[in-house]
């Protein structure tokens, strides 16, 4: 069976052609590409222009990705769109255009909700059997884990989510939001090495980062000039926005870490699924790689950037 | 173990996890203990959670049983941020044990605290947990109707004490009540005695209270399903034991409500 995929539930619009054997072996991926809504720095994606970049560029990604995969419209058997939850414009432009996709070809239309479409494309990458999915992206934290044959969010932010926290404060900074704004904290955070105290927010298996966020943002504004430099109390070199960035991942990632594991305990797993668009830093991969392996377990991450 | 979707808890966390923890893969190396107990006579190791050890042990006689409460170093947290969550963990559930105490709350004892190397000393409390109990009387039936309601109702009045000190427990499950045997006739005697306050806080807040209910009466209906009749008992006792607990109650039919707050439909 061969489907075609349309996922538009923020910034980034992807097509994706995936194949499924009729044996129940892995499935192929034909093609898989998309294309990035880039707001300039300091400013976050707003929804209305990021809908209007999905309506430009879903007709031209969807034949590209026909041509890539070396499928013709005959072959396909039926279209997969996300369905949410998300950023409400760009969904409901990308469901349009999957829904006349759908219509014109004459196929079959399936919706799919968004968290269990990253987990199941995680378990299928990573051949992870029964793992604590750790969800982390710009709009969405959440630990789940599969129970009594449901998703089950045992975790989950109780205000913003991380990655909302992450490219907030780079906005705050003012750095680039090319490739993501996340990416470039995540390369001033390797040069950051003081550690500044943030709040701390976990609440059980919850956590919030909204406080964390307001307290880095301060932060940043005392480094302005003309206030006087900020000297580390223990080696008396100067605070950098480097160490903020540093801090601040440090601090959200030790929490998020802290939720899986308890988690983990819960059900008794060993294995960590870590899905979302924050899940590529290299940072909270290393530090939950380091979590399971004191649990006997081991991590599987996905994304690409 | 059954979870609803909209379940909500910081919750329920601990509650099975002896078994959760035997039945999965072969544990690597646990963490050290301090040098203080690596010597004679090792404790013993109790239950693993995900942030603490539980040991049995002695206090200052070979005679005295007591609760050891370690909590090993995080490797992924960075250093001085795992020093003073430690550090707070523990000084904080060491100040709820004896504010507790102090107020007349049933609690194991605190006998020592280092905070520097992450912990506790706990007076030992014999005798199993209300959700073995209880769990006991739902299969073999020994005992008669009266004596299990007798339970419930000091379950609920213990619930209420801690409520009226000003204190939330944040974990509240039949594994985190334990029945410590007096002079008992029926297996269902005994004070009822609050454990774990690793999630613990000081609240005032009528919503904190009404979310310890809630969780208390997820883990009444997902551990014991028949039990659940008897959880009415609980709030009973508990309304009776102090005058702000019809606020709270009717708080708890908000949270019932409630659940998880973001819909997650799509």
Known sequence: ?305 | MSLQPQQNLPSLLLQENSQSQSSSTPHPALPTLPPTFTTQNPPTLLTQGAEALIYKTTYLTPHLPAALKHRPPKPYRHPTLDARLTRHRILSEARILTKCRREGVRVPAVYFVDWEQGWMLMEWIGGGSVRDALAAFLTKREVGEESVRGLMGRVGRAVGRLHVAGVVHGDLTTSNLMLQPTTASSPLDGQVVLIDFGLGAVSVQDEDKAVDLYVLERAFISTHPKAEGLFQEVLRSYEESYKGAKVVLRRLEDVRMRGRKRSMVG
């Open chain 1, 1 to 305: 069976m061969i489907a075609i995929g349309l996922e538009g539930s923020a910034n980034k619009l992807g097509v994706g052609i995936i194949s499924h054997p009729p044996n129940g072996g892995p499935a192929q991926i034909l093609a898989n590409i998309r294309h990035t809504f880039v707001s300039p720095p300091g400013e976050g994606f707003l929804p209305k222009d990021t809908a209007k970049h999905h309506r430009e560029w879903v007709v031209p990604l969807v034949k590209q990705a026909l041509k890539e995969a070396g499928v013709c419209i005959r072959d396909i058997d039926c279209v997969c769109y996300t369905k949410g939850p998300g950023m409400g414009a760009p969904l409901q432009s990308v469901a349009v255009a999957a829904r006349m996709l759908a219509l014109l070809w004459g196929k079959d239309i399936v919706g799919v909700n968004h968290c269990v479409g990253h987990i199941e494309m995680g378990r299928e990458i990573t051949g992870a059997q029964n793992p604590v999915v750790l969800y982390v992206s710009g709009g969405n934290t959440q630990v789940i884990a599969y129970a009594e044959q449901r998703y089950r969010i045992f975790g989950e932010a109780l205000d913003i989510a991380v990655g909302n926290c992450l490219d907030r404060f780079a906005r705050t900074l003012g750095i680039s939001n090319d490739p993501a704004p996340g990416y470039n904290i995540e390369q001033l955070a390797k040069k950051g090495k003081h550690l500044l105290d943030l709040p701390y927010a976990v609440k059980g298996m919850d956590c919030s980062f909204s406080g964390i966020l307001a307290s880095i943002d301060l932060l940043a504004a005392s480094l302005q000039p003309p206030n006087p430099q900020r000297l580390d109390p223990d080696t008396g070199e100067p605070i950098t926005t480097a160490d903020l960035c540093f801090s601040l991942q440090e601090t959200v990632f030790a929490m998020l870490v802290e939720i899986t594991e308890r988690a983990m305990a819960h059900v008794g797993s060993s294995q960590v699924l870590i899905v979302g668009g924050v899940g590529c830093n290299e940072r909270l991969q290393d530090m939950m790689a380091l979590m399971a392996r004191d649990r006997g377990g081991s991590v599987y991450a996905t994304d690409e950037r």
